[in-house]
């Protein structure tokens, strides 16, 4: 049963070491997302599974590696304490990986699941409740963003309709609302570049029957993207 969540953005820049100079724009978010994986080990979780999005889906175990190399940075993370495994994990795991480090995680093991960003609603919704059954109390910690289309400036340059569809997302995230996260237009959110989507809805999937009251930390656009921070329990 899903007994906790805390919804985090997935941008390598969380990561100081790659933010470098522009750091500080991001302290907020930080903190945020500590608060967040904090809710996380008050839960006593029995198993902890970190959900974010990448090209192709997929699990990694305890101890899988991820690097932040590949965009110039020379700092490496593993999914959870012990020994480093062979796998290499996408991404929006890797951040998660690096938050839970930052925390100094070691209230529960912990897996990764890598999802299709393509993936379609219905399938995220039943990959969610079957999350859900693994353990008597299980905590996810999903990764994702909102439109990268907010401004001018933003990687998606400006779409009228992201805005909105953020304000709603934000809005269900910040109400354990997992009708309205089910609902979610995958083909919009594609177009409007919503990371998070899948992960949401798998979110939405696991906490369908858990009775979870939510609250939104943090809500912002810096750069054009939408990032959220928020906490079931």
Known sequence: MLVA?????????????????????????????????????????DLLVVVGPAEQGGTFRQGAVGSFAGIGVDVSVRLGPGEAGGQRLPLSLTVGA?????????????EGLAVAERLEPEPCIGIGRDLAARAARVALLVMGDGSA???????????????SFDEVASA?????????????????????????????????????DAGLAGRLLYEDAPYGVGYFVGVWS
Do not use: I
């Open 5 to 45: 969540a805390a919804v985090c953005p997935c941008p390598p820049l969380l990561v100081p070491e790659v933010a470098a100079g522009a750091a500080p724009e991001l302290d907020a978010a930080r903190d945020a997302c500590a608060d967040a994986v904090g809710v996380l080990a008050a839960s006593r979780p």
């Open 98 to 110: 690096w938050l839970l480090e930052r925390a100094g995680w070691a209230d529960a093991p912990v």
């Open 149 to 163: 289309c907010r401004t001018l400036k933003a990687p998606g340059y400006l779409d009228e309709r992201a805005a």
């Open 172 to 208: 269900a995230l910040g109400a354990a609302d997992t009708d309205t996260l089910m609902s979610l237009d995958d083909r919009l959110a594609y177009e409007l570049k919503v990371a998070g989507r899948a992960p949401w809805q798998v979110l939405a999937g696991a906490g369908g």
